[in-house]
């Protein structure tokens, strides 16, 4: 089982390209959920989706927008990339109460 | 608001000293706190959780407990690869959703 897969692992944008990260799990979870891991802010909510077709906001959701087409699938996007977005960001899904189960992250630089 | 604090924010130990992390909380209903490991690199990866006050686990090394107010997760005898970031998270209320604490960055050397 591959578990939660990111891609890309790295990517560099130039401010104001448009980027989509792609986040696939084999676990038939139901939720799934983008997070922003930046040095002492520790991991901060983006988007998450309680299952197929729905999506909902979370903590720092400005600037980005998901979409969750497929149960296995969830994509973040960036429409206009911004210097503040450069960050590392982990897709994670679950079980309804359960722990998360990370991908191993897109370390993104927006210069 | 649900908040979640851990310390120290780093913490170095020679091989076998034995101590604790702390991850203190204030949230509406808990439903369970998570600990996960951080290797550098990497994604969190899971380790326990703790659903009511006075609940302990174990794994190897490991021990994480939990009260009304914080858990503690200690660390007896570590060696050298149990060097990594800990960090700790609170699920509360009706939702799935993980707060993070900022995590302790665990040096373990020789």
């Known amino acids: 089982n591959a578990g939660v897969t990111q891609t890309p692992k790295f990517r560099v944008l130039k401010t104001g390209q448009s980027m989509t990260l792609l986040c696939a799990q084999d676990m038939n979870h139901e939720y799934m959920y983008w997070y922003r891991q930046d040095p002492g802010m520790g991991l901060r909510l983006i988007h998450y989706s309680v299952g197929e077709g729905t999506t909902a906001k979370g903590e720092v959701p400005d600037g980005y927008n998901v979409s969750r087409l497929k149960k296995q699938n969830f994509l973040l996007g960036l429409e206009s990339a911004a210097p503040s977005q450069t960050s590392v960001y982990f897709c994670?899904?679950?079980?309804?109460?359960?722990?998360?189960?990370f991908g191993s992250g897109t370390r993104l630089t927006v210069v | 608001e649900d908040q979640v604090t851990q310390s120290p924010e780093a913490l170095r130990l020679q091989e076998g000293e034995s101590s604790s992390l702390n991850c203190s909380y204030t949230v509406s209903g808990l439903r369970g706190l998570f600990w996960y490991r951080q290797d550098p690199g990497k994604g969190p990866e899971f380790l326990f959780t703790?659903?009511?006050a006075g609940e302990e686990k174990e794994k190897e090394r490991l021990k994480a407990t939990l009260t009304k107010k914080e858990s503690f997760l200690h660390i007896t005898a570590p060696k050298p690869e149990d060097s990594a970031t800990y960090l700790c998270a609170v699920q509360a209320g009706n939702t799935d959703k993980l707060i993070f604490g900022t995590g302790t960055r665990l040096q373990v050397f020789p």
């Open positions: 994670a899904s679950s079980v309804s109460g359960y722990g998360y189960t």
């Open positions: 703790l659903y009511s």
